[in-house]
């Protein structure tokens, strides 16, 4: 009896840790901790495709913002074609009337009364040469404005080809980031899937222990009509039961916890950040960022959203920082990169300040960015965690691996 009462004690643990930690399960799993150890595995691998699929989704980010600033370089070469188009028809505007002036200056309108119309030899010279110079200065600038346009033109040209590649590159990674979207959707559907079955299969345990405990007490009950001394001796045997629910709890205890903290440590990577990095300065980020993304925690994750009802985690951060006035963009790699570029990244937590961001990336590296959360102080951060889990704090602590550093993007 003991064993059986303990046994469903750790399974309704479980359910319980599992119910808080938010994820999906195995079901015709009739071990418990064989049912834990399938959960974490689960969970490891939906956490995988999530911050896979961010981090396909911050390379098409920079992939886009690559292409709008080749379409950029296009435009403004355009503008500067169509400048020295007006520039070289001005020129020539200018050229012609100069000449139709010359002409009109002379009575014959011929180039020869140029020539005749001067008084003597030194003044023939003077005036031939300022013909010419005027001529050949004229004809230079031209053919500088041309030879500028004809630049711009193969300027333009390149930037069109450029513009082709950076296209195929974009529409390619769109397609990868799909491809990783549609993984993570059925893999959410999956776990929904579990869930379900996980109830159902709890709820039918649970049954089955109420009708095994009723049948035990009843049949105690029909052995006490004996005497008094029988009596006190099954209250004592059910004294005993009840030390075995306490059993129980020590069994749930081996089982809950310790797994669920081992999900917990798959999300969002982290590292103690090991690098060399000595900077202290984390900046001065706005520490009211913090209560507005508090106020969105148990909210659920959906990736490539930034609230108000769902988030992913550069969308959480995008729209904190949004409500105090500053615009970042939805991209954990991109608001690392302003970190970094402000020079606020720090590595040792202990100079983090609230409202900092904080980074997780592969192998630790800044330039490999896949999480991102908002520091809140006292060791821990809020921040949009994975399918299934949503909007959470969690300690840096416990999300030691592959933990980048932090700071301020303002």
């Known amino acids: ?75 403004q070469t355009e503008a500067d074609i169509e400048e020295k188009q007006q520039e070289l028809e001005q020129g020539q505007a200018e050229l012609s009337q100069r000449l139709a002036e010359t002409y009109k200056q002379n ?33 230079e600038l031209i053919d500088q404005v041309k030879q500028t346009q004809q630049e711009l033109e193969q300027k333009k040209s390149d930037l069109a080809t450029q513009e082709q590649e950076q296209q195929q590159l974009v529409s390619d990674q769109q397609q990868k980031t799909e491809d990783i979207q549609s993984k993570v959707s059925e893999q959410q559907s999956y776990y929904n899937s ?19 405990q009723a049948a035990a007490e009843e049949a105690a009950n029909n052995n006490q009509g004996g005497g008094s001394d029988n009596g006190n001796s099954n209250n004592d045997n059910g004294g005993s039961g009840d030390n075995g629910g306490s059993n129980d709890n020590g069994g749930g205890s081996n089982n809950g916890g310790s797994n669920n903290n081992g999900g917990s440590s798959n999300n969002g990577g982290s590292s103690g950040g090991g690098g060399s990095n000595n900077n202290t300065d984390s900046g001065n980020a706005p520490s009211s960022v913090v209560d507005i993304a508090l106020a969105q925690v148990g909210k659920p994750y959906v990736f490539g959203t930034e609230g108000p009802d769902t988030f992913d985690c550069s969308g959480l951060v995008q729209y904190s920082y949004k409500r105090v006035g500053i615009s970042l963009p939805h991209s954990s790699q991109a608001q690392c990169n302003l970190v970094k570029n402000k020079g606020h990244l720090v590595t040792n937590t202990s100079y983090l300040s609230p409202g900092d961001l904080v980074f997780w990336g592969y192998g630790g590296s800044s330039s490999s960015i896949y999480h991102v959360g908002i520091y809140i102080g006292g060791g821990r951060y809020v921040h949009a965690s994975s ?14 691996r592959n933990f980048v550093g932090g700071g301020s993007p303002v």
């Open 1 to 75: 009896m003991q064993l059986k009462r303990a046994r469903i004690a750790v399974t309704l643990f479980a359910s319980a840790s599992l119910a808080l930690s938010g994820m999906p399960v195995t079901a015709f799993a009739d071990d418990p901790a064989d049912l834990q150890s399938k959960v974490n595995d689960a969970y490891s691998t939906l956490m995988a495709y999530s911050n896979e699929l961010e981090a396909a989704n911050n390379e098409l980010y920079q992939l886009q913002s690559d292409l709008e600033s080749v379409q950029a370089e296009i435009q």
């Open 107 to 139: 009575s014959s309108n011929s180039t020869l009364s140029v020539v005749l119309g001067a008084s003597d030899f030194e003044e023939l010279l003077s005036r031939v040469y300022y013909a010419n110079s005027m001529a050949n200065r004229d004809a």
């Open 194 to 212: 579990l869930d379900s079955e996980l109830q159902t299969a709890l709820a039918e345990e649970a049954a089955r222990a109420a009708a095994e």
């Open 387 to 400: 399918p299934g889990v949503g909007v959470i704090t969690s300690s840096l602590s416990s999300n030691s």
